[in-house]
């Protein structure tokens, strides 16, 4: 979607609001929690003809960060629903 195409209905009315600040509002609002101490602000792309959203962490610093706090996703144990 970063480069203008939905990839759910091929739309290009993709909408970016990697200018809209604040990044992370109230109560971590459009943020998410790296650890106790630390939150990454996310950029959000919206697509105008379906409504498929995709989110990107707003800061790349943050991506390094979240490599030394998380584990990897194969690595954790998954709840069946």
Known sequence: MKQGKCPKCGSEEIYAGVEVLPKSGPFGSNSIPISIVSIAALDNYVCKECGYLERYIAEPEK????????PKAGDVAHEEA
């Open 63 to 70: 991506l390094e960060e979240i490599g030394k706090k998380w």
